[in-house]
């Protein structure tokens, strides 16, 4: 079993994510102490355990310590990707995978930690996510769609994606589907120059707001952009959402690559400041001269440590979740990702991949201990640990009826 120090870095929920998404595809074990133990209120939130309960499914994982709260888990998957019992159903019933998940958090998030899972499961999953879209600290759905999958695509994997709701903090009500196709092999990639600069795009988009303030948006940023000589087009529009809310995205396309860049509006925020904030992004990379902008690059690792062969990035800035990415990855493959660069500088990344997963069919774990699938199934999907006792589970686990497969 493996053990991580969860607060590394800024001390979020990427170290979470990324073991969990780590521990499926290897099915090695893992316990994680100090969960969010920096933030005002550390340990899990709703959001997190959505996805514990979500990846534990596909490997019919043992878990322990899933309460609201909880700084310590333990996670054991006991089968391969696909062999849990939704992927087993699927298979024998010859059908798709759908999973129809509804998270107080970002979607975006639960997204990237359930394609890579997905992707190896050998089967095609559909996937209904409810929650936050748009959210200052979490990529955009334009984020994904724009720039991450399109270079994932590159690599072998597919996917499609489409957004039929925005949400925004802290109600969500976000809405996007996704289709996940199985991945046979992952192709390294070369995305150590970008090329020369060919064109800008980008959308200016309001919800239950009057459009002049996507207009506002868009002008400013048009403004701002002007003296970079080549072709700059944004649209403007408006898209359903449960409450107000506003944002604009710009993606600078090269020769190469692409990068994204996103600003959300909020309350006492001028559409002006909105504009600014996302056209000094894009500038800031722009002189950084990377393939790749820092967000986009820490969201590859995970993806690339499963290609046949070395990978190759160019940055524009060496971030924090880069670095404390790489070491969670080096965790579980040694030596997998190299960094050429100091903090907040420009740099280089290699990562050396390891090639699909090749994970055992069984988890070793001992008998006496309860599968979280063991469980009575009329419980609620999170118990504390005297409700489990005196049910007959064990303390801390989950019974994941909130995640339905038909």
Same mark, same amino acid.
């Given at each position: ?15 979470? /994510? #990324? ?11 893992v ?7 920096r ?17 534990? /499914? ?7 310590g ?18 849990? @019992?939704?992927g ?11 999973l ?10 639960l ?11 050998? *089967?095609v ?11 200052p ?36 009500? #976000? ?39 996507a207009? /506002? *948006? /868009? ?21 359903p959402?449960?409450? @107000? ?5 710009l ?25 600014a904030?996302v ?61 050429n ?20 069919t *069984? ?22 640990p ?21």
């Amino acid at each position: 079993m493996i053990g991580i120090d969860a607060s590394w870095g800024n001390g979020g929920g990427l170290v979470l /994510r #990324g073991a969990l998404t780590l521990s499926v595809l290897t099915g090695r074990a893992v316990r994680l102490t100090r969960i969010r133990a920096r933030r005002t209120s550390p340990g899990l939130k709703l959001q997190h355990l959505r996805i514990v309960e979500s990846l534990a /499914r596909l490997c019919n994982a043992f878990v322990d310590g899933a309460a609201i709260g909880s700084q310590t888990l333990v996670f054991e998957p006991r089968h391969a990707i696909g062999r849990g @019992p939704l992927g087993d159903a699927g298979r024998e019933a010859g059908k798709d995978l759908v999973l129809d998940i509804d998270t107080p958090g970002s979607l975006t998030l639960l997204l990237q930690t359930l394609l890579l899972p997905l992707s190896f499961s050998g *089967q095609v999953s559909r996937l209904r996510l409810i929650g936050v879209t748009h959210a200052p600290r979490s990529p955009a759905y334009e984020n994904l769609a724009w720039s991450w999958l399109p270079q994932l695509e590159r690599a072998g994997y597919r996917a499609e994606l489409s957004l039929q709701a925005a949400g925004f903090a802290p109600k969500g009500g #976000g809405i996007v589907h996704a289709t996940i196709h199985p991945a046979a092999a992952i192709a390294p990639l070369d995305l150590a120059q970008r090329g020369a600069l060919l064109r800008i795009t980008g959308r200016s988009l309001v919800a239950c707001l009057d459009r002049s303030v996507a207009e /506002r *948006q /868009r002008l400013h940023v048009m403004a701002r952009l002007h003296g970079l000589d080549v072709p700059v087009s944004i649209d403007c529009g408006a898209i359903p959402a449960a409450v @107000p809310g506003a944002f604009i995205v710009l993606q600078a396309e090269f020769e190469h690559s692409q990068q994204s860049f996103f600003a959300l509006g909020e309350l006492g925020k001028p559409p002006e400041a909105v504009a600014a904030e996302v056209s000094d992004a894009l500038m800031s990379c722009l002189e950084g001269g990377g393939a790749v902008d820092s967000h986009l690059a820490s969201q590859l690792l995970l993806p690339l440590s499963f290609a046949d062969g070395d990978s190759e990035l160019s940055v524009s800035r060496i971030s924090e979740h880069m670095l404390v990415t790489a070491e969670l990855i080096d965790r579980f493959f040694s030596d997998a990702v190299v960094i050429n660069g100091r903090l907040g500088e420009p740099g280089g990344l290699i990562v050396h991949g390891r090639g699909v997963p090749q994970v055992l069919t *069984q988890a070793s774990i001992p008998e006496s201990v309860e599968s979280v699938n063991s469980l009575p199934k009329n419980l609620p999907w999170s118990v504390g640990p005297a409700q489990a006792r005196a049910r007959g589970g064990h303390p801390g686990s989950i019974v994941l009826s909130s995640l339905g497969a038909r």
